[in-house]
C-alpha cells in the first residue's frame, strides 16, 4: 500500500498570502496518478487536481499541482476566504487508492 | 447536471449489516465510467472502499475485502455498498463518487455523504 503523508498538519496563513502544501508518497506514484482534493466542514470532498497538475473543471487558476514519483506540492497562489479548508492528496495508481492525513488551511 | 444521493439506515447494530445505496440522477450509469464508495470517520481522514464498472468489474481495499460487497443496478440506475459485521469502527459518513473512464482515475464528483453509526 503506498502511504502518503502530508505536511505541514496545519498551515497558518492570511487571505492574499500564497500556499504550498506537500504530500510525499513511501514509493513512486506511477503516470502521476495524483489528485488534490478540499473539504470544507460539513460538505464532501471536492477535487481540485487531478494528474498532479491538471485542473478540475471549475477551479480557478490560483490553484496549481505540480511534482512527480513521490513528491507533490499543492499551490494556492493567493489565498481567497473560501480557501480555508482541509487538503487531502489522492494516489490512484496502486490499489488501494489511499488518502494522505491532510492539511489544514487556517487563518 | 450530475448528482449523487447516498441513502440508507443511519443507525446499524453491531455485528449486523450495512448497506447504503447511491442514485445518480442526470447522467447515465452505463456511460462507462467506474463508480466509487469513500469513508471518513467523525473527526478523521478519508477510506477507500472500494469502486465499480457498470460491467460489474469491480475492486476493493484489501482491509475490508472480506466484509464489503459492491453491486450495479443499471436498471435503477444506482450503485450499492454493503459491509457486514459492523463494529463501532466502521462508523464514518459514507461518501459515494464518481471516477473518471479508467479504472485509475480521480473521483470528481461526490455525493453529500450520509452518517452511519453502529451502536447497539
Known amino acids: 500500500e503506498i502511504v502518503l503523508t502530508q505536511s505541514p498538519g496545519t498551515l497558518s496563513l492570511s487571505p492574499g498570502e500564497r500556499a504550498a502544501l506537500s504530500c510525499r508518497a513511501s514509493q513512486s506514484v506511477s503516470s502521476n496518478y495524483l489528485a488534490w482534493y478540499h473539504q470544507k466542514p460539513g460538505q464532501a470532498p471536492r477535487l481540485l487536481i487531478y494528474g498532479a497538475s491538471s485542473r478540475a473543471t471549475g477551479i480557478p487558476d490560483r490553484f496549481s499541482g505540480s511534482g512527480s514519483g513521490t513528491d507533490f506540492t499543492l499551490t494556492i497562489s493567493r489565498l481567497e476566504p473560501e480557501d480555508f479548508a482541509v487538503y487531502y492528496c489522492q494516489q490512484y495508481s496502486t490499489s488501494p487508492f489511499t488518502f494522505g492525513g491532510g492539511t489544514k488551511v487556517e487563518i | 447536471q450530475i448528482q449523487l444521493q447516498e441513502s440508507g439506515p443511519g443507525l446499524v447494530k453491531p455485528s449486523e449489516t450495512l448497506s447504503l445505496t447511491c442514485i445518480v440522477s442526470?447522467?447515465?450509469?452505463?456511460?462507462?465510467?467506474?463508480w466509487g464508495w469513500i469513508r471518513q470517520p467523525p473527526g478523521k481522514g478519508l477510506e477507500w472502499i472500494g469502486s465499480?464498472?457498470?460491467?460489474?468489474?469491480?475492486y476493493r481495499n484489501p482491509s475490508l475485502k472480506s466484509r464489503v460487497s459492491i453491486s450495479v443496478d443499471m436498471s435503477k440506475n444506482q450503485f450499492s455498498l454493503r459491509l457486514n459485521s459492523v463494529t463501532a469502527a466502521d462508523t464514518a459518513v459514507y461518501y459515494c463518487?464518481?471516477?473518471?473512464?479508467?479504472?485509475?482515475?480521480?473521483?470528481?464528483?461526490w455525493g453529500q455523504g450520509t452518517l452511519v453509526t453502529v451502536s447497539s
Open positions: 465499480i464498472h457498470h460491467s460489474g468489474g469491480n
Open positions: 463518487a464518481r471516477m473518471g473512464p479508467g479504472a485509475h482515475d480521480s473521483f470528481d464528483v
Open positions: 442526470d447522467y447515465s450509469i452505463k456511460s462507462g465510467f467506474y
